[in-house]
Structures are given as C-alpha cells and as structure tokens.
C-alpha cells in the first residue's frame, strides 16, 4: 500500500469521526460559566444527562471560604475569576490554596442530583448549598497542615431549590499545578453514577486486553527464538500501559487498592510515562533495526533512564519534569513517523500495518498531550484506546505471519519430498548409468584377460591391471558419492573431517577459506566432550546445501566459511560469498533454503540470510549445543 492510499484512508477516518462527533454534539450545545454562573434555561436533561460545569468559577487566592460567607452579615471580598478545568493561572505560583464558588441556575430539576469531581490537585473540600458533603485529603494553608489525596468520587444530594451553589476549597503544596484539572460533572444521580461506572469499566476493560496482550507477546517471547526482542519489547510496552491505564483517568488502581498513598498512584503514573517511551522506540528498533538509528534509541532510553530515577524524588520535584519530558515525547513521536515512511518507502513486510497501528497510538498520545497541557478541555484520555488500536494492528500482521508459514511448511512439505526423490533419482541414475557402464566395460576386460593369460601372459596382466585400477575408481568415486548421497559416514569421525572433506568437491571452483575456532577443534576431538552427531550433520547438510547454492547461483569466486561456539553453547555456522548477492525484494524460500530451515529449526536453532558487507551474501545458522 502506498504512502499516499494510506493518508488518505486516514483522513477520511478521521474526518468521519469528526463529523460523528460534530453531529452528536451540534444539538445542544453546553452552557459556558459566565463570570461564577451558569444558566441552564432551556436546558434538557433527556437529552443530554450530564452537563460539564466549564467556564469562569469565582476564584478567591489565597484564601479558604466557606457558604455562610457569601451571605450576610459576611462581606466576601471581590472575585476574581479562573477557567476551568484547568490548573492555577497566569502569575499565581503553583502552591497555595483558593476557592472556586460557581452558581448554576436550573429552574426545575429532574430529581435527586450529583456532582462528579475528577482531577483536582491535590485536596479539596466540597460543599453543595450550606452543606459539607465531600472531601478529599486535608486542606490546609501549608504543608504542614495540607494532605494531598486524590480520587473520582461521586458526590449526591438534593437541590433545594431553583440554584445550586458549588463551593470547593482547594490547597496544593505537594504538585507542580494545583487548581480544578477536570470540570465537575452535574446531572441526576443515576446518570453521573452510570457515567463513572463506565469510565472505570472502561479502563479496565482496557487494561485487561493489554495486560492479556502482554502476556502473550511474553510467552512469544519464550517460544519464539527468531523475534525474541521484538516480542519482549512489546510485551513489556503491554504490561507498563496496562499499569498506567490502571493509575490514571478513572484511578482504577485506588478503587481496587483503597489504601494506596496518593503518592504512590502518581509515582505509578509518572514511572509507567518514562518507561513506555524508550519501551516503543526499541520495539521500533527490534523490528526494522536498519531504518532506527540505535544512537538516538540510546539517547532516549538515558532520558527514560533519568526520569525513572526522579520518581523516587518528592512529587513535586518530578511533577516540574513532566513538561520537559513531553518534549521528548513528542521528538520520538515526529522520529517514529520518519521511521515508518522509510519502512513503507522501502516495502518492509506488513508496512502499512505497522504505519497504521503507529499513526494510532501517535495521533491519542497527542489528543493527551493537547489534552494535558489544557489545549483540549475534553475529560476523556485516548492513548488506551491508541494501545488496543497498535495491539490489533499487531495481532493482523501475527495472524498474517501465521498464514504465511503454514503455506510455507506446506510449501516446505513438497520441496522435501521433491529433494528426496531428486536423491533417489540420482543415486539411481549414478548406480544404473555411470557405475553399470563402468562395471561392464571392466568385466569385459576382465574376460579378455582370461581369454589371453594362456596366450598373451603379459597382455592379460596389463588388462588385470586396468579392471583393478577401474574398480578402485568405482570404489573412491561413484560408490563413495552414492554413500554421501544417503549419509555421510565421515560424520561420525567429527564435525571438521567431515566439513574439510566436503569442501573437496568445491574448491576446483571456487576459493574456500576456513576459520575454525579453537574452541571448536577441542570440542570435536576424539577424546573430547564431542558435538552431538545430530548437530554435526545438521551443519554439514547447511554447509553442503550453503555451498551448492553458492555454485549454482551466486557467480562467486570467493567463499568464506566461518565455525564458532559462542559463549551460550550455540555452534554458529556462517557462509559468506562475494557473489552477486540477493534480489532487492529478499531472498525466496526455495528448495535450498527450505532444507536449510528444516535441518536447524528440527534442532531448536535458528537462521538467517542477508547481504554481505561490501556484495555478496552471508548465511548464518545457530545449533544449540544442549537441547532436548
């Protein structure tokens, strides 16, 4: 799919739910607070049943008022005035405590009410008319006597009469922004309760399916040894997202842990953000290493590095890094973008998926960011949403994987058979054409010398030796062929003898240099530990099959094959040529390569094909040396 068909699709998506969105809300549109109040004439409670309390709140700094005075004989001072939701604004510093008072005309009410209080940094005291309903934390005018708490709470009660009268006392010392983050919610009972049962279904609706993701891209990451670092990156990606969906929003985590500290929520929050970051730029790396710059991948995880450390600091301290680390958030977010032109530009394999699942998780990091930083004024966060859209992206291109190698065993199945019959076929055409001639040609001779030893003693004893010499070729030559053909005895005396013995019937064509690790040489003595006579003729079949490839195909002069024994007990087997190399499009799963892949992965190992530096092509198998 191009660059230019995956736009637009894009666009019309997202011009779709704009318009969606537009629609639903066009009808009725929400009051504004105008200067401390809100007129609801007019206003529809079946139509819309919640209303968000937006708009300019009275604002009295520094100061902690309660109903009775705004009545007489008490003389409120003068009201300034602060947008919510939002934190505390313009020249006011961050720490401190106020009071919001806002009065919302409704006429008549549809019954029993509710408020529902969200992010509001970081305690707060609720009264609704004359009466105290709610609090969260302790409100005080220092640090000393201010307790910082937070959490969703739904707050009822029953208008008494055609005015409600909000009044909240908020005090922050220990958060970089203090102030009404999010706008309470009014609207009967029933429905603000429902709404803040689905934003906490919601939340944990999501965080199991990316937990369950998680999980399973870890067990990937077990079983399957060829993208194991793709898979543990994404995993880990799953399971961080899973806890910071369970931290935020809905605080679905002080639901299910009542007694967690205020702290210990944000410090959950703050860890999993400095985590997910450099989690998704390795991922990136893992999965298309030659169009991610490692040097930047390295300089992120530093910056993850850092701020996972800071979170053992006071949170007011690591509250004033987050705006510079959403710096960093949004230079990855414009990096991965580059990273996935250059994959769909280049034609990688599932392009259009990956640049679909990533356009997904960076367009709702970015409704959060604008969202955070107060652009947006929406009381909804998408990156979970963003989350599940790249795991379902993800589980097409798995479940395209799939596919593709169940066609290809398939495939595998047929080329098998096929080289089973082209070796009978062979050795049957060697034993029937090439070793029956031979045999006839030599038994005529030796009729002939039968014939002659009475008349031509001489004669006869140099046709005798000809029959022998002709024999002994049939013995060294074509009988021992047929036997390499069906198994190569010389295997048995080790791994080396049998590589260099094979390497016989190339170097008339070609260059063949050998580097055999010491290590090697010890392990594959006669009277040393031995490799296992499987693995050895599992390499020498690679080899054989690497090399047949190599002379048929590449047009190479030079061949360099290279055995090692890595540190983990894995014999690392490499041929590289410096032939004409592989097509642009990669190298095809044909009868070589299938032989290839079925001797090392019937042995828990693995493989690989790529061009070699320079030209050519370098082909790496790994058999492990201790498996079951």
Known sequence: MKVRTLFRYGSVLLLLAALGSAAAFAAQPEPDAVQGRVLL??????????????????FYWQQLLEPQHFRPPFRAPAP???????????????????TYRLIVRGGEWPGPMAVRLGWTCSAYRLW?????????????????????RYGPAVIPFEPAGEE???????????????????????GPREKVAHLDFQYTARDLFLAGTIFIQGLFHMALTVLNRRRITVHLMFGLFCLVMTVRVLSTHSQAFGTLLPGLPWDGLLRLEYATGFLAVPLVLMYLYATFPQETSLRIVRAVQVAGLLGLISVATPILFVSRLIPYYEWVVAAVGVYSLVVMFRVVRRR???APWYMAGLLLLLSTTLHDLLVYRRVLTTTVYWLPVGVVGLIFTQSIILAQRATTAYRELEASRRQLTEREESVRRDIAELLHGRVQSRLVVTGHRLQEARELLARDPQRAAELLATAQKELEEVRETDVRRASHLLHPSIIRVGLIPALYDLLER??????????????????????????????????????????????NHAGAAKVRISVYLRPDHILELTVEDDGRGLAAEGPKLGLGLAVIAARVLDLKGDWSISPAPGSGTRLTAWFPLRFE
């Open 506 to 551: 190339f170097r008339g064509p070609m260059d063949v240099e050998v580097d055999i690790d010491p290590q090697v040489a010890e392990l594959d003595r006669a009277d040393g530990p031995g490799i296992p006579e499987a693995v050895r003729l599992a390499a020498y079949r690679v080899l054989e099959e690497a090399l047949s490839n190599v002379h």
């Open 164 to 186: 409600i009268q909000l009044v909240i006392q908020v005090a922050n010392f220990h958060h970089r922004c203090g102030g009404l983050w999010s706008a309470p919610v009014l």
């Open 80 to 98: 300034e005035y602060m947008r919510v939701p939002g934190p505390w604004s313009g020249p006011l510093p961050q720490t401190g405590y106020a």
């Open 348 to 350: 990688r394999e599932a």
């Open 41 to 58: 004439d007019g206003w529809d409670w079946t139509r819309r049943s919640t209303l968000d309390l937006r708009g300019e709140w009275e």
């Open 128 to 148: 609704v008319d004359d009466d105290l309903l709610h609090s969260q934390g302790r409100v005080g005018t220092s640090p000393d006597t201010s307790e910082p």
